[in-house]
């Protein structure tokens, strides 16, 4: 992702974000990712890069598997997309 007009970059800041709290907070990481893949598909489609959608792709592939270790409840959902929020604000 070299290049300046990359669409995928605006998924970047999430995805770091996930990956500088997975050890401690992987259910908050987990919920950064989810967002990142919320925001992904509305990127215009004639805007798309291969590298957006090879970026796409992985992102579904990591939210899976930890979507399998972290035993998700509903509750789960609920405080992280509470302190992604606390995150995105601040």
Known sequence: MASD??????????LQRADELQEHEP???YNCRLYAMDRGPKIP?????????????SLIKQLEKDKKSLNLGPEDSLHGRVCLECLCKG
Do not use: D, F, M, S
Request: glycine share 4%; proline share 8%.
């Open 5 to 14: 007009h990359e669409p995928a970059k605006i998924l970047l800041p999430y």
């Open 27 to 29: 259910l908050v990481a």
């Open 45 to 57: 489609a004639g805007e798309r890069t291969k590298t957006a959608n090879a970026l796409l792709n």
